[in-house]
């Protein structure tokens, strides 16, 4: 994947989540880093790479990471659960669409992640 196809399929994925206040993304060459703000402190962070393929995916509160989904050549796929990020739990292999289904799902279960 490049960075373009990463760009649109986020922006498609993230345009279907009702509580995106906006979303800001900034590619370097090869990366493409930026946010999904949903407001009250809480925003998706997100990150790709082309050349190595990590991706990552954070849901951060008031400057902490609460959530995550990430890729790296060193761990493979894993998920850092909710409040409890500094785990990794394994993961099955990963779309763009399938993480932020899971992000949605997550929102919508969870009374202190709507905006």
Do not use: C
């Amino acid at each position: 994947m490049d960075v373009v196809t990463f760009i649109t399929e986020l922006l498609s994925g993230l345009s279907a989540l009702e509580a995106v206040q906006g979303v800001t993304s900034q590619a370097e060459g090869p990366t493409v880093r930026g946010r999904a703000d949903f407001g009250e402190g809480l925003f998706l962070a997100f990150y790709y790479n082309q050349i190595t393929g990590t991706e990552a995916f954070a849901l951060v509160r008031k400057a902490q990471r609460i959530w995550g989904i990430d890729y790296d050549s060193l761990r493979g796929w894993h998920e850092h659960p909710l409040n409890r990020p500094e785990e990794h739990v394994i993961l099955e292999a990963q779309t763009i669409a399938s993480v932020i289904q899971r992000l949605k799902e997550l929102i919508s279960l969870n009374e202190t992640l709507k905006p």
